[in-house]
């Protein structure tokens, strides 16, 4: 595992953002080398302390998800060499294991969400309207209760730093349009089912999880973003899942977890993390890797 990476510094390319994890550049007129970093970012904060080998840990299972469910819709990766668009070896090093070299696509204005079970904003939105984005769910369900089927349950697509909100499907067709959100919503619910019945098998429920989908110059719809990894997921131990607490989880969860317990506003600048909760989050990340791919 090479040293926690907080922020890249590549000058052979065009810096194009930072996002709350990722750095992006510009490959020539049509490419992105995406840079997943250390960084974490809890309730919509970038915390200062990164995590180490959380970049290569959630490159290396969203490469692996790609892989496994590109029968379902295409993905953004390209197949070429992170180490080959930079210069030096200073830069490769930023890059290893960590980087992928993808399409440049136009990304839809949306999180496509899909929920399993009944827990986050979704348990809070339940609570008070007996709905989660406007979709009307059994009366009596508990906190973590596994839902009838899985849902649809999109939400906007914040700026750094503000935060997403849940938004019902006739938004989604306001914003894409009827077809293209039917669209999303198929594919969703259809990834989420594959994923996690396949985790399931390994000892992992994954709760929810978020996509992101951009069009290409023939309107294709494309997998973009990350996949199924500890950020963008729930992924809860089976062997320890219980309805009516918050189980405890893989991803970044168990982060969150420890910061409900400061005084702090949720609000920028973020909280130190000491050696202890860094070293357990690092183990996590690890853990969901190897319980999901063997590596």
């Known amino acids: 595992m090479n040293a926690p990476l907080f922020e890249t510094s590549i000058t052979s390319l065009p810096l194009i953002g930072r996002g709350k994890v990722r750095d992006i550049y510009a490959v020539g007129d049509d490419q992105l080398l995406i840079v997943t970093t250390d960084r974490l970012s809890a309730f919509d904060v970038i915390l200062p302390d990164p995590i180490p080998g959380k970049g290569e840990v959630l490159t290396a299972v969203a490469n692996f998800w790609f892989g496994k469910l590109s029968h379902i819709v295409a993905n953004h990766l390209t197949g070429v060499d992170p180490e080959s668009v930079v210069r030096g070896e200073d830069e490769r090093a930023q890059v290893r294991g960590r980087s992928m070299v993808v399409k440049k696509l136009k990304p839809l204005p949306i999180e496509a969400v899909a929920r399993g079970y009944l827990i986050g904003s979704g348990w809070k ?9 406007g979709i009307a769910l059994p009366a009596g369900l508990e906190m973590a209760q596994q839902l009838p089927e899985p849902i649809f349950t999109p939400a906007t697509k914040a ?4 935060h997403d909100e849940n938004i019902d499907f006739a938004t989604v067709v306001g914003l894409v349009g009827e077809d293209l959100a039917t669209r999303v919503r198929e594919k969703t619910l259809r990834i989420y089912r594959e994923a996690a019945a396949f985790a399931r098998v390994r000892g992992i429920i994954i709760a929810d999880t978020k996509f992101e989908f951009g069009l290409d110059a023939e309107g294709r ?5 990350e996949i199924l990894t500890p950020d963008s997921s729930r992924f809860w131990p089976a062997d320890q899942y219980q309805v ?12 969150r977890d420890y ?19 860094l070293e357990k989050t690092t183990a996590k990340y690890r853990e969901a890797l190897h319980r999901l791919t063997g590596a």
């Open 221 to 225: 719809l494309t997998l973009i973003d």
């Open 244 to 255: 009516g607490i918050s189980p405890p989880s893989f991803d970044k969860q168990f982060v």
């Open 125 to 133: 939105d339940y609570q008070t309207s007996g709905r989660v984005c």
């Open 159 to 162: 700026a750094a730093g503000d």
């Open 259 to 277: 910061l409900e317990t400061l005084d702090w506003d949720k609000k920028a600048p973020g909280p130190r993390l000491p050696a202890e909760i």
